[in-house]
């Protein structure tokens, strides 16, 4: 029998604390030997016995219990992976400064496997230089820090500081044990990745749209936050939980997109373009809904094109050194449309998957050869879009 993963669940005392009981079940059910580790702060919002019965396992907070096991050692020496959920900004600052007066901060520094920080507080504590430096320090040592989410925070206040989503933050770590690297390789990175199909309106009603469902663009962009990329993620028409520590900007049209996607890319170090961007778009608006007429044929439907947002940022590269991803979603002729297509826009990489009514589109898994313009080509068989997603960054982390 094959030993179980060993998960160190580290709880320090924010009010999010509570999400990290679903957490938790989450790890356990997917077969992880959790051990939590509450701070004795973390303990005013959720209790000991929680995390025991949940875990099956001790939670203690102080070094001082069962010595003789050496647990402010042991836990952290024979753990496969780290994750603090919620991380506090005591919490990041005590572990940017070395500190060991708990069990948690003391397995911290024992440990020599991935760690993970999921920090959630107030947006002037996240912002707080000291915090920032902290956080800094923390991913310059090689820890993966998710960045938070934006929405409610504890009173009626929104902005950024909230704890992603449990199931998000089990993804990033999921994540993180498969590939089981300490150094996540694209720290210190910013990745702009496209998503979804853009809409196209004819009138307030009606649009000319595409069948992309974003999955692809979303498994690239859950994949670079586990290593340890900054990601912000333009994602078009898409109804698709958002990823831990991505920042979503929402577009409608291709023109949209490309506002999106040229200003975030101004300081990114890789582009992927998964999205379907309409080649077309109606030249005409209707401000009012096209009725029906009795007796007469509808008018046609004139088109204009759309600008090229893949050529454009290929050409003409925000930074140099810039690695551009484009996306060939072919019907026939796969490869050697790929290939063409490659020359034409001038990018770096393509993906090149064919498509159709009920294949890629929506579904789980993927098909696609990568193709490189010094001339190699990958092929990645039938499987699931991370798969892909995984050989992608591959290719870009070589080019960075
Ligand atoms: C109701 C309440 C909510 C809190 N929420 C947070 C929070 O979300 N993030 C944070 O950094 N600190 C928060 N704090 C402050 C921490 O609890 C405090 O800094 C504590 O010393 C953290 O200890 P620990 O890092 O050892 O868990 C909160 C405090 C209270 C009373």
Redesign the pocket.
Known sequence: MVDKPKVVLGV?????AYKACELLRRLTESGHDVRVVP????L??VGEATWSALSGNPASTEVWESVHEVPHVRIGQSADLVVVA?A????LA?AAHGLAD?LLTNTLLTARCPVVFA????TE?WEHPATQENVATLRRRGALVIEPAVGRL?GKDTGK?RLPDPEEIFEVCRRVLARGVTEPDLAGRHVVISAGGTREPLDPVRFLGNRSSGKQGYALARTAVARGARVTLVAANTALADPAGVDVVRVGTAVQLREAVLKAAADADAVVMAAAVADFRPAEYAGGKIKKKDGQDPAPVALVRNPDVLAEISADRARVGQVVVGFAAETDDVLANGRAKLARKGCDLLVVNEVGESRTFGSEENEAVVLASDGSETPVPYGPKEALAEVIWDQVAVRL
């Open positions: 320090s005392g924010g009010i999010a701070t004795a702060a973390s005013n919002f919620p506090t900004a005591d919490l005590k708990d920090p959630a507080m107030h504590m504890t500081g």
